[in-house]
């Protein structure tokens, strides 16, 4: 009995941890809890271990003894479930960290027609943008550049930089206001 509460203790403390630590992070983007879920990740790990080694163990002590390893091989299953689960985690805090958002604001008495991001690999359409009104747009740099802005107002084709350098890999936020 005492292995099987050892072994759920592997599977559930560094669920509860992890879980707890991810959604605050995504909550408050405070980078110390990013960098605490490096360390439960890796807690999770010597978990992981502790419990298969100690699940191992009893699997062999009750073949002796003839008895069943139905609730051992589920703990396993939780347990390993737990890489899952941490992979999506990591994957959802990569692609949120990587993201570059644009928000552009067109305060001017004018629709912009033709509008486009352009940049790093992107080429990304907007077509217009009512007059005082905005829009969001959340892109994946692709590749090393500047990231512009191209609109036409009034007949003229006009272009604004967003930023001068941007790489893959590398996120941001940037607010574009259009007088």
């Not at 403390?13 to 980078?31: A, C, E, N, Q, V």
């Not at 960098?35 to 191992?56: H, K, M, R, S």
């Not at 689960?85 to 033709?114: D, E, G, Q």
Request: one cysteine or more; charged letters at 15%.
């Amino acid at each position: 009995m005492k292995i099987k509460r050892l072994m759920t203790f592997c599977w559930f403390l560094p669920l509860i941890l992890g879980s707890i630590t991810f959604f605050s992070w995504r909550i408050t983007r405070f980078d110390l809890l990013m960098a605490t879920g490096i360390y439960i990740i890796y807690f999770g790990i010597v978990c992981t271990v502790i419990g298969f080694i100690t699940g191992l163990r009893q699997v062999m002590l009750n073949r002796k003894k003839g008895k069943s390893n139905k609730s051992i091989y589920l703990l396993f299953g939780l347990i390993a479930s737990n890489f899952i689960i941490a992979y999506l985690y990591l994957n959802s805090a990569v692609s949120i960290v990587t993201a570059f958002t644009i928000r552009i604001f067109n305060k001017s008495n004018t629709v912009l027609y033709n509008c486009s991001i352009n940049g790093g690999g992107i080429n990304e359409q907007i077509e217009t943008i009512d007059k005082r009104d905005s829009v969001k747009r959340v892109i994946w740099i692709k590749e090393e550049g500047s990231l512009t802005f191209n609109y036409k107002i009034n007949n003229s084709n006009k272009t604004v930089n967003i930023q001068g350098y941007i790489c893959p890999g590398v996120g941001g936020n940037e607010i574009l206001v259009i007088q």
